[in-house]
């Protein structure tokens, strides 16, 4: 019998995850490479009502769990934008609309957090391993808030409340809104109250 398949040929860490939205039709999808904390992935969010857009991604987390880089398109019924955003090993961030790089610090910032798209609340609960100890963070973030591209540093609380064998629950807080986000035993977000679940 030929047991080869799609899954037993995938590379070791290999795997493509779907979220639904809550309040508003929209689909996440992405492919992960993933080890302990390093992640590589690319993925696609659409969405449709009033905020009618879709956005694709590509994004790398390297072995201390910061992010390295990021590429985000996104296109409505009228335009289409794009964006770079990498990290250098000095801590300093390039972000680049099409028209050359500017350069910032975001304060020391090691994680980039794309609004809407729950891959990368999961950046951060990997990089401090909230989903299997205890732990609780203030932290800078670069955020980008879709469809626009536009960029700004912001303070996020991330703290652990349960940690179980194959899910775990940290606290994120953000613009004051506190959500308990369900992750699983890798990390990776299962549910986001009011913005996505797992399918």
Do not use: C
Request: glycine residues 10%; without cysteine; hydrophobic residues 40%.
């Amino acid at each position: 019998m030929d047991t080869s398949s799609d899954a037993g040929a995938r590379p070791p860490g290999a795997r493509i995850l779907t979220w639904q939205g809550y309040d508003v039709p929209r689909l996440e999808q992405v492919r992960f490479l993933l080890s302990e904390r390093k992640l590589r992935a690319s993925g696609r969010l659409v969405t449709a009502g009033d905020r009618h857009f879709s956005a694709s991604f590509e994004v790398s987390v390297g072995d201390t769990g910061a992010v390295t880089r990021l590429l985000l398109r996104t296109a409505t019924a009228t335009e289409e934008r794009q964006l770079s955003v990498s990290r250098s090993s000095e801590g300093q961030w390039l972000i680049d609309h099409g028209g050359g790089a500017e350069r910032a610090d975001f304060d020391g910032a090691l994680d980039v957090d794309v609004r809407s798209a729950v891959l990368f609340t999961a950046i951060p609960v990997r990089r401090l391993n909230l989903h299997r100890e205890e732990g609780g963070h203030e932290l800078p973030v670069v955020r980008v808030t879709l469809p626009d591209l536009s960029v700004e540093l912001v303070r996020q609380r991330y703290r652990t409340v349960s940690v179980g064998d194959d899910r775990s629950v940290v606290a994120f807080t953000d613009d004051g809104v506190e959500q308990l986000v369900t992750v699983d035993d890798a990390g990776l977000v299962l549910d986001r109250p009011g913005v996505a679940h797992r399918i």
